[in-house]
Protein backbone atom coordinates (compact mmCIF):
# COMPACT_ATOMS: atom_id res chain seq x y z
CA UNK A 1 0.00 0.00 0.00
CA UNK A 2 1.42 3.30 -0.75
CA UNK A 3 1.48 6.79 0.88
CA UNK A 4 -1.91 8.05 -0.53
CA UNK A 5 -3.49 4.84 -0.35
CA UNK A 6 -2.52 4.34 3.39
CA UNK A 7 -4.22 7.92 3.80
CA UNK A 8 -7.40 6.93 1.87
CA UNK A 9 -7.90 4.06 4.43
CA UNK A 10 -7.12 6.35 7.30
CA UNK A 11 -9.76 8.92 6.45
CA UNK A 12 -12.18 6.22 5.81
CA UNK A 13 -11.35 4.36 8.89
CA UNK A 14 -12.60 7.68 11.09
CA UNK A 15 -15.47 8.71 8.79
CA UNK A 16 -16.63 5.13 9.68
CA UNK A 17 -15.99 4.92 13.50
CA UNK A 18 -17.74 7.17 15.80
CA UNK A 19 -15.54 6.69 18.55
CA UNK A 20 -11.67 7.90 18.31
CA UNK A 21 -8.58 5.39 17.04
CA UNK A 22 -5.17 5.51 18.62
CA UNK A 23 -2.47 6.03 16.24
CA UNK A 24 -0.56 3.14 17.63
CA UNK A 25 -3.58 1.14 17.08
CA UNK A 26 -3.78 1.85 13.37
CA UNK A 27 -0.45 1.98 12.47
CA UNK A 28 -0.46 -1.78 13.72
CA UNK A 29 -3.34 -2.34 11.43
CA UNK A 30 -1.20 -1.22 8.27
CA UNK A 31 1.95 -2.57 9.47
CA UNK A 32 3.66 0.79 9.87
CA UNK A 33 4.85 2.88 12.46
CA UNK A 34 3.08 5.34 14.42
CA UNK A 35 5.09 8.07 13.27
CA UNK A 36 4.38 7.04 9.73
CA UNK A 37 0.50 7.81 10.91
CA UNK A 38 1.13 11.18 12.77
CA UNK A 39 2.58 12.33 9.41
CA UNK A 40 -0.25 11.02 7.38
CA UNK A 41 -3.00 12.37 9.63
CA UNK A 42 -0.83 16.11 9.39
CA UNK A 43 -1.01 15.91 5.29
CA UNK A 44 -4.69 14.76 5.58
CA UNK A 45 -5.57 17.86 7.88
CA UNK A 46 -3.35 20.09 5.29
CA UNK A 47 -5.63 18.74 2.78
CA UNK A 48 -8.83 20.44 5.08
CA UNK A 49 -10.37 17.14 6.85
CA UNK A 50 -10.96 17.88 9.64
CA UNK A 51 -9.45 15.23 12.23
CA UNK A 52 -9.56 15.85 15.84
CA UNK A 53 -6.71 14.51 17.62
CA UNK A 54 -8.06 13.60 21.69
CA UNK A 55 -6.68 12.15 24.92
CA UNK A 56 -8.76 8.38 23.19
CA UNK A 57 -7.16 8.70 19.93
CA UNK A 58 -8.00 10.25 16.29
CA UNK A 59 -11.61 11.04 14.92
CA UNK A 60 -13.61 12.25 12.47
CA UNK A 61 -16.78 14.20 13.53
CA UNK A 62 -19.54 13.98 12.03
CA UNK A 63 -21.75 16.63 10.68
CA UNK A 64 -24.78 17.05 12.79
CA UNK A 65 -26.42 19.88 11.42
CA UNK A 66 -29.06 19.67 14.29
CA UNK A 67 -26.93 19.82 16.89
CA UNK A 68 -26.52 23.68 18.26
CA UNK A 69 -23.65 25.08 20.01
CA UNK A 70 -22.53 27.53 22.61
CA UNK A 71 -19.22 28.61 23.79
CA UNK A 72 -19.09 29.42 27.67
CA UNK A 73 -16.78 30.77 30.10
CA UNK A 74 -16.29 28.96 33.50
CA UNK A 75 -14.44 29.88 36.50
CA UNK A 76 -13.89 27.65 39.42
CA UNK A 77 -11.00 25.67 41.12
CA UNK A 78 -9.78 22.18 39.51
CA UNK A 79 -11.26 19.95 42.71
CA UNK A 80 -14.79 20.98 40.37
CA UNK A 81 -14.01 19.99 36.60
CA UNK A 82 -15.20 16.87 37.59
CA UNK A 83 -18.10 17.72 38.60
CA UNK A 84 -18.69 20.56 36.24
CA UNK A 85 -18.12 18.06 33.56
CA UNK A 86 -20.66 15.08 34.99
CA UNK A 87 -22.81 18.41 34.77
CA UNK A 88 -22.81 19.13 31.47
CA UNK A 89 -22.90 15.63 30.04
CA UNK A 90 -26.03 14.40 32.40
CA UNK A 91 -28.59 16.62 30.28
CA UNK A 92 -27.07 15.52 27.54
CA UNK A 93 -24.34 18.08 25.96
CA UNK A 94 -21.41 17.19 24.56
CA UNK A 95 -18.02 19.16 25.47
CA UNK A 96 -16.22 19.54 22.76
CA UNK A 97 -13.14 21.45 23.84
CA UNK A 98 -11.61 23.50 26.87
CA UNK A 99 -10.00 26.86 25.66
CA UNK A 100 -7.63 28.71 27.66
CA UNK A 101 -6.04 32.36 26.91
CA UNK A 102 -2.36 32.19 27.66
CA UNK A 103 -0.75 35.82 28.76
CA UNK A 104 2.59 34.28 26.41
CA UNK A 105 1.13 31.72 24.23
CA UNK A 106 -2.39 33.43 23.22
CA UNK A 107 -5.15 30.71 22.57
CA UNK A 108 -4.61 27.01 23.93
CA UNK A 109 -7.43 24.88 22.70
CA UNK A 110 -7.53 21.33 23.98
CA UNK A 111 -10.17 18.94 22.43
CA UNK A 112 -11.96 16.82 24.74
CA UNK A 113 -15.13 15.36 22.64
CA UNK A 114 -16.60 13.86 26.08
CA UNK A 115 -19.99 12.91 25.76
CA UNK A 116 -21.14 10.19 28.90
CA UNK A 117 -20.06 9.66 32.39
CA UNK A 118 -17.57 7.29 31.31
CA UNK A 119 -15.97 9.40 29.26
CA UNK A 120 -15.67 12.07 32.02
CA UNK A 121 -14.24 8.94 34.32
CA UNK A 122 -11.66 7.99 31.73
CA UNK A 123 -10.49 11.48 31.34
CA UNK A 124 -10.44 12.32 35.20
CA UNK A 125 -9.13 9.38 35.58
CA UNK A 126 -6.23 10.34 32.54
CA UNK A 127 -5.36 13.67 34.33
CA UNK A 128 -4.94 11.58 37.42
CA UNK A 129 -2.64 8.97 36.42
CA UNK A 130 -0.45 11.24 33.75
CA UNK A 131 0.29 13.78 36.81
CA UNK A 132 -1.07 16.00 34.84
CA UNK A 133 -2.32 19.34 35.06
CA UNK A 134 -5.38 20.88 33.87
CA UNK A 135 -5.39 24.07 31.40
CA UNK A 136 -7.25 26.07 34.33
CA UNK A 137 -4.29 26.04 36.44
CA UNK A 138 -2.48 28.47 33.96
CA UNK A 139 -5.50 31.08 34.07
CA UNK A 140 -6.84 30.86 37.87
CA UNK A 141 -9.44 28.92 37.02
CA UNK A 142 -10.94 30.69 34.30
CA UNK A 143 -11.58 28.78 30.96
CA UNK A 144 -13.99 28.04 28.12
CA UNK A 145 -15.63 25.41 26.50
CA UNK A 146 -17.62 24.42 23.36
CA UNK A 147 -20.74 22.58 24.34
CA UNK A 148 -23.21 21.37 22.00
CA UNK A 149 -26.43 19.41 22.13
CA UNK A 150 -29.47 18.34 20.22
CA UNK A 151 -31.72 21.82 20.88
CA UNK A 152 -31.72 24.68 23.24
CA UNK A 153 -33.55 23.31 25.97
CA UNK A 154 -30.89 21.08 26.93
CA UNK A 155 -28.49 23.91 26.44
CA UNK A 156 -30.73 26.22 28.92
CA UNK A 157 -30.65 23.11 31.37
CA UNK A 158 -26.86 22.90 31.45
CA UNK A 159 -26.55 26.57 31.86
CA UNK A 160 -28.99 26.95 34.74
CA UNK A 161 -27.46 23.64 36.94
CA UNK A 162 -23.76 25.04 36.03
CA UNK A 163 -25.05 28.97 37.17
CA UNK A 164 -26.21 26.85 40.81
CA UNK A 165 -23.10 25.60 41.10
CA UNK A 166 -21.18 29.04 40.10
CA UNK A 167 -19.34 27.73 37.82
CA UNK A 168 -20.24 29.87 35.07
CA UNK A 169 -18.67 33.64 34.48
CA UNK A 170 -21.98 36.00 33.81
CA UNK A 171 -21.75 39.18 32.34
Known sequence: MNSK?????????????NSPRKGSSIAEDLGVTRQVIVKDIAILRAEGKKII?????????????????KIMAFSHKSDD???????????????????IEHSLYG??????MIKTFYDVENFI???????????L??????????ISAENYEIIDNIIREL????YLIED
Not at 81 to 99: M, R
Not at 125 to 135: H, R, T, V
Not at 137 to 146: A, D, Q
Open 5 to 17: ERRAYIENLLKEN
Open 53 to 69: ATPEGYLMPKEERNMVK
Open 81 to 99: IEDELKTIVKFGGIIEDVV
Open 107 to 112: EIRGML
Open 163 to 166: KDKG
Open 125 to 135: NKLKSYKAEPL
Open 137 to 146: ILTGGIHLHS
